[in-house]
């Protein structure tokens, strides 16, 4: 394998030299296919260095935008799928988050009450400072009603898993960072939608309770069917029979309801929805976790698939918003970087404000600084409108991975000296 990312980054040299001489004699079938062979060898060859290596993902993310900027059409619809589908992006986004939440445990919230003081610093200033800066960012840069929108919907999403890794490189507190990242998940369906009723809700309609539900289907209900199988790891032979009885019955009502179920009422509807999404996570669990005893490789294999979502949601935001982004991708990016950099700053500086040591300090300025792009992207599809208000969470997760490696890489050469660990 590593031979193989050599060899691309001989394919790279190549096809960089057919890039710029393609934009040299403006010539798209040469310039296009050039740049995505590029984009592609770069982030493969990257593995090849070990120094580099942690910036693979965030090549595959910018390759996904290459992609969907010059081959925009490709990236609509496959045949009869059309890939912007709500519930295609539904099952993806909860692929996503399930991937994510193997990476969690129960144990997490173990250490609730010792870091309770930072958990709610950390709460505090995600949920203040960067919905907040987005708000700020839309007045100044005058983006249209639905991309602004976008803005501050990644600004009120919670935090995900990336801040762990970021934290973790940094030899940050990571304990404090998983517990922050987790209840923040939890907060994140009655806190998401409130800020952006409060404000969004002039830009775009916000349906308060219609995007509760969402969130709950898009991060709860997997992430709780991924803690469900955390549960069965260490539950004794009685605990998993019971849990296979009730998975069971689960089974059926989730039949029952896809097969016979319909209210009139919407809100009927939507309660019956809503606990079939809930048994459903319980039968997805166990079904996971009876594979996981068969296959143990499965649990290392599920971060990839997250992965893969992320792509697919950036190449196909990208291409449904490729109009939108040649008008105004310079200044989006230059909205994420301040946004990103806003959300570093304040969230170590109001943290050593609040009494907190350094290194928690630094933790948290990670938990307030990257935000769930795929619970972004997700909601934003939910809308159907990955094109407008999904712009942001494309723009925005790129660049929220290359700072925060940076930012971790900068921190981990710089530790905190043993007498300054509570300071």
């Known amino acids: ?15 960089a030299i ?19 062979l590029t984009a592609v060898a770069f982030a493969i060859g990257l ?27 490709a990236f609509k619809n496959w045949g009869t799928v059309n890939l912007r ?50 708000l700020l960012l839309t007045k100044v840069f005058h983006f249209d009603p639905e991309i602004a929108a976008g803005i501050i ?7 995900g898993l990336a801040s762990n890794v970021m934290v973790y490189l940094a030899k940050a507190n990571l304990v404090l960072s998983v517990i922050v990242t987790a209840m923040a998940t939890l907060v994140a369906p009655f806190l998401t939608p409130l800020l952006m ?10 349906k308060f309770i219609d995007m509760m539900m969402e969130i709950v289907k898009i991060v709860l209900v997997p992430i709780g069917a991924a803690l469900l199988h955390d549960f069965l790891k260490r539950a004794t032979g009685p605990q998993k029979k019971q849990t296979y009885i009730v998975a069971i019955i689960c089974a059926v009502w989730v039949a029952i309801v896809v097969a016979f179920v319909q209210t009139g009422s919407h809100a009927a509807q939507q309660s019956i929805d809503m606990s079939a999404f809930f048994t459903g996570a319980v039968v997805a669990g166990v079904l996971y976790h009876l594979l996981w005893t068969k296959f143990k490789t499965v649990d290392a294999i599920m971060p990839y698939i997250s992965m893969f979502g992320i792509v697919y949601f950036t190449t196909v935001t990208t291409a449904a918003g490729r109009d939108n982004l040649m008008k ?14 806003a959300g570093y700053f304040f969230g170590y500086w109001l943290s050593r404000w609040f009494g907190m ?21 997700g909601l934003a599809g939910s809308m159907g409108k990955l094109g407008t208000v999904g712009l942001a969470a494309a723009v925005f997760s790129p660049w929220m991975n290359i700072s925060g490696s940076i930012l971790a890489n900068y921190w981990r050469r710089k530790p905190v000296d043993d007498t300054e660990k509570n300071k």
């Open 153 to 159: 919907l990644i600004g009120s999403c919670s935090s």
């Open 1 to 15: 394998m590593k031979k193989f990312r050599k060899i691309c980054l001989t394919i790279l040299a190549i096809t």
């Open 47 to 73: 593995g090849s260095s070990e120094s580099l290596k942690g910036y693979q993902y965030t090549a595959w993310i910018i390759a996904a935008v290459v992609a969907g900027m010059l081959f925009p059409e």
């Open 85 to 134: 589908d709500k519930k295609l992006v539904l099952v993806i986004v909860q692929l996503v988050m399930f991937g994510m939440g193997t990476h969690m445990s129960l144990k997490d919230f173990n250490n609730l009450g010792s870091t309770g003081k930072g958990v709610a610093v950390g709460l505090f200033c995600h949920f203040s400072v960067m919905p907040l800066m987005g």
């Open 197 to 206: 009723k409060a404000f969004a809700g002039a830009l775009i309609e916000v």
């Open 357 to 377: 040591d350094k290194n928690s300090s630094r933790t948290i300025a990670f938990e307030v600084g990257l935000q769930n792009g795929g619970m972004a992207s």
């Open 18 to 36: 057919l890039l710029l001489i393609g934009i040299a004699v403006n010539n798209p079938q040469l310039y296009k296919p050039a740049a995505m």
């Open 328 to 341: 105004v991708g310079v200044l989006l990016f230059l909205a994420s970087v301040i946004h990103n950099a």
